[in-house]
């Protein structure tokens, strides 16, 4: 029997806590345990201190978890709590993700200052982005426009656009909600048009490969449809050595049954583009996933990726 509380880690933006707090609300009501039995540890990571240049400058999507998985490995964690898009492809041996709560709404939310739509902006206008992502399909869709690099957590977001740095920013749809401020967004994009990110509003949890009792503990809470669906999704990454260097884009939709997914390469200016869509048993989610990886690597051709690490 558990007799001290278990070590959730998590960084400590408003809405990582959001974050782990569900996660230990979700525990709480699965195993009858009280709040006590779980402690949540506050961790700062190289890419919360550092938010004055793109992820891709300092180093991808392993900024945000270096601290905490070193924290895990040598015990004083018990296990983590992320969103999921920020994981790297390749997690250190040794540690895994465990579990995926029920997934938010994973559409991008357009935050606009100057007009309420993407193709409502005036020309000229400016855009503020770190993602990659967004930055290209903006500039897709709106060739026009400027886009100059916003990072810092939602707030500070905000703020930067209320003081006029931008005309707009894109946010996850599902973070603002998370921490009660989806009424900000001016539109939520459809993802037929603005593909969202792999992983875009799953929160996981990792913990250590082999621990059984902490495996235990969190298969009461794992949402087999969004595991699916994220899998599928972080495999088609994988192919693609998908990082914060690489403008993806992909979805999984699954119903428990069958998966659907749809996945897209850009180059950074937008300006060509490459996707595809693929469906099958949901059991096949990594394949599936890598398999789409590879049916575009093949259509956009070796030259497709030069420059782009």
Known sequence: MQTKPFRIGTRGSPLALAQAHETRARLMTAHGLPEEMFEIVVLSTKGDRITDRALSEIGGKGLFTEEIEAQLFSGDLDF???????????????????AFLPREDPRDAFVGRTAPTLLELPHGATVGSASLRRQAQIRRLRPDINVTIFRGQVDTRLRKLAEGEADATLLAFAGLKRIGREHVATEILDPEVFLPAPAQGAICVEART??????????????????????????????????????????????????????????????RCHETTIEGAASDAAALGAEAGHAVRAAAGTGFFDGWT
Do not use: Q, W
Request: charged residues 25%.
């Open 80 to 98: 983590a709590v992320h969103s999921s898009k920020d994981m790297p492809t390749r997690l250190p041996d040794g540690l895994e993700l465990a």
């Open 210 to 271: 082999g621990d059984r009792r902490i495996a235990d503990l969190l298969a009461a809470i794992n949402d087999p449809e969004t595991s699916e669906a994220v899998t599928c999704e972080r495999s088609f990454l994988g192919v693609l050595d998908g990082s914060c260097r690489t403008p993806i884009a992909g979805y999984a939709v699954s119903d428990g049954s069958r998966i659907r997914f749809r996945g897209m390469i850009l180059t950074p200016d937008g300006t």
